[in-house]
T-cell receptor
Framework: DGGITQSPKYLFRKEGQNVTLSCEQN?????MYWYRQDPGQGLRLIYY???????QKGDIAEGYSVSREKKESFPLTVTSAQKNPTAFYLC?????????????FGPGTRLTVL | KNQVEQSPQSLIILEGKNCTLQ??????????LRWYKQDTGRGPVSLTI???SENTKSNGRYTATLDADTKQSSLHITASQLSDSASYIC??????????????WGAGTKLIIKP
């Protein structure tokens, strides 16, 4: 059963803590992305990776970090430096060979800072 | 100023009725214009993707139109069903050069279908 999984679905964090959001895909896609979604706003790109062991900052990378050690996995760490981390986080993947380089999304993780 | 603006912000219609959602984009040149459906608490799912040269594209009861001259797109939903209740997001696929594309996301229109 191919797709993208994100875990956990809900995550609560105390101020000053780092947390890591998981994203796994078995679609054999080369590229993976992390977006943040806030109410009333469009999705904003945090980080993306086009190939294993390589990643680039998106529009709002400050306070976040990623790694891409395996093709299937692209975890996102929300650090204590992120001033307003409460949001809905979406992971996506795509393949250059796919028509229109279409991105496929996971179910999302809702992070709440207590 | 948001480079992709959608209207209305929210819309309530009765089951079985038709509706049209609007999208204005300002970024050019663009490669594709995309519409996504996002159920509450879920990830977006692609509905249609139109290239610059296409005027209209259908996916079942969903029909997207594109006017590149006025930089406007619309998504028309025919014979709405309760399952159409979701946010509908317009996305401008902007080419940045060197095989790099940037997706610019609208804030979405929240559609509620009432029985």
């Amino acid at each position: 059963d191919g797709g993208i999984t994100q875990s956990p679905k809900y995550l609560f964090r105390k101020e000053g803590q780092n947390v890591t959001l998981s994203c796994e895909q078995n679609l054999n896609h080369d590229a993976m992305y992390w977006y943040r979604q806030d109410p009333g706003q469009g999705l904003r790109l945090i980080y993306y990776s086009q190939i294993v062991n390589d990643f680039q900052k998106g529009d709002i990378a400050e306070g976040y970090s990623v790694s891409r050690e395996k093709k299937e996995s692209f975890p996102l760490t929300v650090t204590s430096a992120q001033k307003n981390p409460t949001a809905f986080y979406l992971c996506a993947s795509s393949s250059p060979g796919q028509a229109y380089n279409e991105q496929f999304f996971g179910p999302g993780t809702r992070l709440t800072v207590l | 100023k948001n480079q992709v603006e959608q209207s209305p912000q929210s819309l309530i219609i009765l089951e079985g009725k038709n509706c049209t959602l609007q999208c204005n984009y300002t970024v050019s040149p663009f490669s594709n214009l995309r519409w996504y459906k996002q159920d509450t608490g879920r990830g977006p799912v692609s509905l249609t993707i139109m290239t610059f040269s296409e005027n209209t594209k259908s996916n079942g009861r969903y029909t997207a139109t594109l006017d590149a001259d006025t930089k406007q797109s619309s998504l028309h939903i025919t014979a709405s069903q309760l399952s159409d209740s979701a946010s509908y997001i317009c996305v401008d696929d902007s080419y940045k050069g060197d095989s790099n594309y940037q997706l610019i996301w609208g804030a979405g229109t929240k559609l509620i279908i009432k029985p």
